[in-house]
């Protein structure tokens, strides 16, 4: 693993945002692997900032949300589609039909989550961003004794929705249920981009990356992936020796 630890998010979001455009450089149709939360607010701005100053165009890349809650419309402001278009599509050149995230008022929700694989299936994602929860969790992976390989429905625990009740107004508002990329997809991306900011993920970081390999703690999987790069602010990697 590839750890980088910055005094400031403003560095980490700099160095982030750089990476993409190179890569975007090299590669016009890149296939991004997105993801949703507060961390990755800063670098989707440093992002579109570059993209203003003419350093990028994404009018070939492709991009996969790794999740999306169960019960939301596109337009509902708490739903993950209005997060990505809110906080990164609208400000940019991507044509919307290259924007793909999983469907949480599907009818059928197995036909929803094969739909989503196969999608992910026909373009690997080049470069997959993840956040991490404060009890490890990926995408919205849970610890659990089994991890699903593939998209699937996930029952959130109370304490993944007591931490994002932040962006709602009550908690019986968050949702209980969740699609998600499974672990299985996100490993088969050809980079993995780790990023954590805080000091209340510090313990977290320090047992997903240093501690052993278990479904009860899903980063860790990330051990052992060959590309992995962690981006840290100060706080996040204050328990890394
Ligand atoms: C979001 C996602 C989650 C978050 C994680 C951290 O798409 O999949 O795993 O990355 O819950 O959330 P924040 O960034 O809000 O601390």
Same mark, same amino acid.
């Given at each position: 693993?590839?750890?980088? *630890?910055?005094?400031?998010?403003?560095?980490?979001?700099?160095?982030?945002?750089?990476?993409?455009?190179n890569l975007i450089a090299s590669?016009?149709?890149?296939?991004?692997?997105?993801?949703?939360?507060?961390?990755?607010?800063?670098?989707?701005?440093?992002?579109?900032?570059?993209?203003?100053?003419?350093?990028?165009?994404?009018?070939?890349?492709?991009?996969?949300?790794?999740?999306?809650?169960?019960?939301?419309?596109?337009?509902?402001?708490?739903?993950?589609?209005?997060?990505?278009?809110?906080?990164?599509?609208?400000?940019?050149?991507?044509?919307?039909?290259?924007?793909?995230?999983?469907?949480?008022?599907?009818?059928?929700?197995?036909?929803?989550?094969?739909?989503?694989?196969?999608?992910?299936?026909?373009?690997?994602?080049? *470069?997959?961003?993840?956040?991490?929860?404060?009890?490890?969790?990926?995408?919205?992976?849970?610890?659990?004794?089994?991890?699903?390989?593939?998209?699937?429905?996930?029952?959130?625990?109370?304490?993944?929705?007591?931490?994002?009740?932040?962006?709602?107004?009550?908690?019986?508002?968050?949702?209980?249920?969740?699609?998600?990329?499974?672990?299985?997809?996100?490993?088969?991306?050809?980079?993995?981009?780790?990023?954590?900011?805080?000091?209340?993920?510090?313990?977290?970081?320090?047992?997903?990356?240093?501690?052993?390999?278990?479904?009860?703690?899903?980063?860790?999987?990330?051990?052992?992936?060959?590309?992995? *790069?962690?981006?840290?602010?100060?706080?996040?990697?204050?328990?890394?020796?």
């Open positions: 693993m590839n750890i980088k *630890i910055f005094e400031t998010s403003e560095q980490l979001d700099n160095y982030a945002a750089e990476l993409y455009v590669k016009p149709n890149a296939v991004l692997g997105m993801a949703t939360g507060s961390t990755p607010i800063g670098i989707y701005d440093k992002i579109i900032e570059s993209y203003k100053n003419k350093k990028v165009s994404f009018s070939g890349v492709t991009t996969y949300n790794l999740d999306e809650y169960v019960g939301l419309t596109p337009d509902n402001d708490q739903s993950y589609a209005y997060f990505m278009n809110k906080h990164l599509f609208s400000h940019i050149d991507i044509p919307q039909e290259q924007t793909h995230l999983p469907n949480g008022i599907a009818e059928n929700m197995e036909e929803e989550c094969r739909r989503y694989d196969a999608l992910i299936a026909s373009s690997p994602a080049d *470069i997959q961003l993840l956040g991490l929860g404060h009890n490890g969790h990926i995408g919205f992976n849970e610890p659990d004794d089994n991890l699903s390989f593939g998209t699937h429905i996930v029952k959130l625990q109370e304490e993944t929705r007591d931490a994002n009740a932040r962006f709602f107004s009550s908690i019986e508002e968050v949702p209980t249920h969740a699609l998600t990329m499974g672990v299985g997809s996100i490993m088969k991306a050809k980079t993995i981009l780790l990023v954590v900011r805080g000091s209340d993920k510090a313990r977290i970081v320090k047992e997903a990356l240093t501690g052993p390999i278990t479904t009860k703690v899903p980063a860790s999987l990330l051990q052992t992936h060959q590309q992995v *790069i962690v981006l840290l602010d100060r706080e996040a990697g204050r328990m890394l020796g």
